[in-house]
């Protein structure tokens, strides 16, 4: 399976995927934290992948994504967008409900 198909299975597979550098409990850049905190405080488990432990996945997301930066906010296979669209609709209140149904 080339990388492109294992990101397209990534993103198919999990409800929410949040791709990140680091880690939910030790982000790697401020940008990446804001957007793991606002998704834990939806209160809903959800996947992650940290992209500087995948350098194939960090080259090539931004083509299956048409997304050019990270942290990238997946819900039900669609792209929700960067930091700060998850901490616009994080404030607004539009996050929550999206993360909820997508486990519903």
């Given at each position: 399976m080339d990388i492109i198909e294992t990101i397209k299975e990534q993103i198919s597979a999990n409800p929410i995927l949040l791709?990140?550098?680091?880690?939910?409990?030790?982000?790697?850049?401020?940008?990446?934290a804001q957007a793991s905190q606002a998704l834990m405080a939806c209160g809903e488990r959800?996947?992650?992948?940290?992209?500087?432990?995948?350098?194939?996945i960090r080259a090539n997301l931004p083509q299956v994504s048409e997304w050019?930066?990270?942290?990238?906010?997946?819900?039900?296979?669609?792209?929700?967008?960067?930091?700060?669209?998850?901490?616009?609709?994080?404030?607004?209140?539009?996050?929550?409900p999206l993360i909820r149904e997508a486990v519903a």
């Open positions: 791709y990140m550098k680091g880690s939910p409990d030790q982000p790697q850049c401020g940008f990446s959800f996947a992650y992948i940290d992209i500087l432990a995948n350098p194939e050019p930066t990270f942290p990238q906010l997946f819900v039900q296979g669609e792209l929700v967008g960067g930091c700060d669209i998850i901490m616009e609709m994080y404030q607004s209140g539009e996050l929550q």
